[in-house]
């Protein structure tokens, strides 16, 4: 990662789930499209990463290499989980503090997350797992943590347990666990680029719930448009859109799995330093980066620091840029963000 300023070197280099953004993509067929072009777009969606994904490919005579992206999805899947059995995560979550041996690619991704738990000091941290688990939003209709077990869960989460030595995993409290929820998808997003191009495909729009990239561009030549979600708002309510070609677009928002009790709401974006949702006056934020991962880990990262301190950390990054979306739906954008 190349930085703009000398500020966060000494940092080092990186389920909060970033949410559903929305494709506004225009497709215009003329005579000035390539033959090469199809004149509709080949899709196709599935469930996966508990999310629903679409894959959208572009180019003529490609239909097949679908099969390869979702085959795709499905293998990292079984890696990268926490709760299919089995997988690299689910194992080492359960080795109580024993070695546990991991893909290289499963190494080289949690090796990626504690560069962005450095840089981030501890915003982003894969080890928030115990949390995840006892605030359990996705399914919890308001029931509160205690203080003594959020402290509880609290104490076994530090992404400084975890230790690798090549594709072996050790975490050095029994009781720690892992959760990639917060930069999963933006790795294999990354991957199934890299498929794509090895394919052949030059112009695509992966959309992994939400984590966006867009290969190429439309049939005419133009960017994609891509909308990102209003906070609240009925599912595909675009706030405001962002034209990208070559590009990730991830945003992490509180609107998309929350509760609310006694007119607080308490979403899944949890604060690795405090134990509670992160409460900093952000309704989201979204990343902009040539690389998906890079985008899904800070915009977590991001949205914990708050605005201040995020916007400084973006500033600090080349070729990343940010918007922040504040309760007051009041938009803050980084100085290279495009509008």
Request: charged letters at 20%.
């Amino acid at each position: 990662m190349k930085y703009k300023n000398h500020k966060y070197r000494n940092h080092g280099c990186h389920l909060s789930t970033s949410l559903i953004c929305i494709l506004l993509f225009l497709l215009i067929c003329g005579t000035a499209v390539s033959c090469a072009r199809p004149s509709s777009p080949i899709s196709r969606t599935g469930f996966y990463f508990d999310t629903v994904i679409t894959i959208t490919l572009y180019d003529e005579g490609q239909e097949s290499v679908l099969d390869d992206c979702f085959s795709l999805c499905g293998q990292e899947e079984a890696l990268l989980s926490r709760t299919v059995k089995g997988s690299d995560i689910y194992n080492i979550n359960s080795s109580k503090g024993r070695p546990v041996t991991v893909s290289l690619d499963t190494a080289r991704l949690l090796e990626k997350a504690l560069d962005y738990s450095r840089l981030s000091d501890g915003a982003f941290d894969c080890t928030i797992a115990p949390l995840t688990t006892l605030w359990n939003i996705k399914e919890n209709t308001g029931d509160i943590p205690s203080e003594e077990k959020i402290e509880d869960a609290l104490s076994h989460v530090s992404y400084k347990n975890i230790v690798i030595d090549k594709n072996t995993v050790t975490l050095k409290d029994p009781e720690a666990s892992i959760d990639l929820g917060g930069i999963a998808k933006g790795y294999i997003a990354d991957r199934l680029k890299e498929l794509l191009l090895s394919k052949g495909v030059k112009n695509a729009l992966i959309n992994l719930g939400g984590n966006v990239y867009a290969l190429g561009t439309k049939p005419d030549g133009s960017p994609y448009n891509i909308g990102i979600q209003k906070p609240f708002a009925q599912e595909g309510t675009a706030l405001t859109s962002v034209k990208i070609s070559g590009q990730s677009l991830v945003t992490s928002g509180i609107y998309e799995r929350y509760f609310e009790k006694d007119g607080r709401i308490y979403h899944h974006l949890l604060d690795p330093h405090t134990g509670w949702p992160a409460s900093n006056g952000l309704y989201s934020v979204t990343i902009l980066s040539e690389n998906s991962v890079d985008a899904d880990a800070l915009s977590t990262a991001c949205f914990i620091l708050g605005e201040e301190k995020g916007m400084e950390l973006i500033e600090s990054l080349e070729g990343t840029e940010a918007m922040f979306v504040t309760d007051k739906e009041e938009l803050h954008y980084s100085s290279g963000f495009p509008r």
